[in-house]
């Protein structure tokens, strides 16, 4: 029975390595893309991430998209409207919409901690920190989007599923705290280790099997 385990292990394994293969260029080429956001997208960025929250993808770009048109960084602008529009709802739109406004009042302060803490780990720390509604998952999503993240895991629903299917983790958390999240995160980089694919790397084909997309 144990080898028959391993042996069904080694097949999932294998087959997720020729994953890898076939799109790794794309992947790269989307990894150098974040590397290259210029510094005047950073408060769109995380804006983008403050919103993703049990919120579809499609609707925080869409809402960024709207935010972006109206300048909301530079104008006095209430977006509790546009991110409880049903054509691209945000769940918790009020609590969000306050959080959006508190980063334009903090973000000078988070552009300087962007450009002096040099240690990755430290900095998304800093972030959870100091960005209101901003949790383990979301900052380090934000380092990633930026080219910051220095190889950190999004432990969002699509990488823990994976990491169950192929025996990183036993069950699905239903919450993660501060050391949960960092353990699961420690194992996730044990098994891109010994897979011999770079977390980041890992992190974009485990949501393009989940999804069917490269994206952020």
């Not at 508190?102 to 000078?108: A, M, T, W």
Request: proline share 3%; net charge positive; charged share 30%.
């Amino acid at each position: 029975m144990k080898q028959r385990s391993n042996n069904a292990r080694k097949t999932k394994l294998s087959a997720l390595r020729e994953e890898y293969e076939l799109k790794r260029d794309a992947i790269q080429q989307r990894l150098t893309e974040f590397s290259n956001t210029p510094r005047s997208e950073y408060f769109y960025e995380l804006l983008y991430c403050l919103m993703t929250p049990q919120t579809s993808a499609e609707s925080a770009e869409s809402v960024v998209r709207q935010l972006r048109l109206l300048s909301f960084q530079s104008r006095t602008i209430d977006p509790e409207a546009i991110l409880r529009d049903r054509r691209n709802y945000i769940r918790f739109h009020k609590t969000k919409s306050k959080h959006l406004v508190r980063l334009k009042e903090d973000f000078p302060t988070v552009l300087n901690a962007l450009a002096t803490i040099s240690s990755p780990g430290e900095l998304r720390q800093w972030l959870v920190e100091h960005v209101k509604g901003l949790g383990y998952k979301e900052a380090t999503h934000f380092l990633r989007n930026i080219g910051k993240n220095g190889g950190l895991a999004i432990l969002d629903r699509h990488i823990l599923r994976n990491l169950k299917r192929y025996g990183t983790i036993r069950s699905l958390p239903k919450s993660l705290s501060r050391k949960q999240y960092l353990s699961i995160e420690q194992r996730f980089m044990r098994f891109s280790e010994q897979i011999g694919i770079p977390v980041d790397e890992l992190d974009l084909l485990f949501w393009s099997m989940e999804t069917g997309e490269i994206r952020k």
